[in-house]
């Protein structure tokens, strides 16, 4: 099935918003409680101006972070990713913030594309959740490997261990 994947505008953040959600619980319907999942569909209507403001910010200041939308044949949201400059201090290459596919596109290509999009071959890091099996394969098959960093999510995460992961630079 193609996908189409373009930059996310101030346009999609409700698409976005509600496709980051879907993700969330897919792909932590086995390690997260009930609660975890009632806030995050109780939080959407907040989640989407927040996206709202994050996209209008991003294509007033270049450099910052950018998201992309990827949809299917039929142009409805089935994908996203976020990327941009580092967050840590101590890791100031590009960040991929996150990648989520819904479980119909699993198996398509789609989250490679998605991520060739987000950070080409460019050295990167990203934190990846404990027990998240199936992501950190694919990140391992991506030149991604742990750096030795660990933390605990808050308290929305309900303080589940992640972890980070890095991989040098592809191109060369």
Request: aromatic share 8%; glycine share 8%; hydrophobic share 30%.
């Given at each position: 099935m193609p996908y189409v994947i373009r930059p996310a505008t101030v346009d999609d953040a409700e698409a976005y918003a509600r496709t980051?959600?879907?993700?969330?619980?897919e792909t932590y319907e086995h390690i997260m409680p009930r609660e975890y999942h009632?806030?995050?569909?109780?939080?959407?209507?907040?989640l989407i101006e927040?996206?709202?403001a994050a996209f209008?910010?991003?294509?007033?200041t270049p450099g910052s972070a950018?998201?992309?939308l990827a949809s299917d044949d039929e142009g409805e949201p089935v994908g996203i990713a976020t990327?941009?400059?580092?967050?840590?201090d101590d890791r100031p290459d590009f960040e991929l913030h996150h990648i989520y596919t819904l479980r119909s596109t699993h198996g398509t290509g789609l989250g490679q594309r998605l991520l060739d999009t987000a950070i080409g071959g460019r050295a990167a890091y990203l934190w990846i959740l404990n027990d998240?099996?199936?992501a950190e394969r694919f990140y391992v098959r991506n030149g991604f490997g742990p750096d030795g960093t660990?933390?605990?999510c808050g308290p929305t995460w309900h303080h589940r261990p992640m972890f980070r992961m890095h991989r040098p630079d592809q191109t060369a």
């Open positions: 980051h959600v879907a993700g969330l619980h009632d806030y995050y569909d109780a939080e959407l209507p907040a927040r996206r709202r209008a910010e991003a294509e007033r950018r998201s992309w990327s941009g400059p580092g967050r840590d998240n099996p199936r660990s933390m605990l």
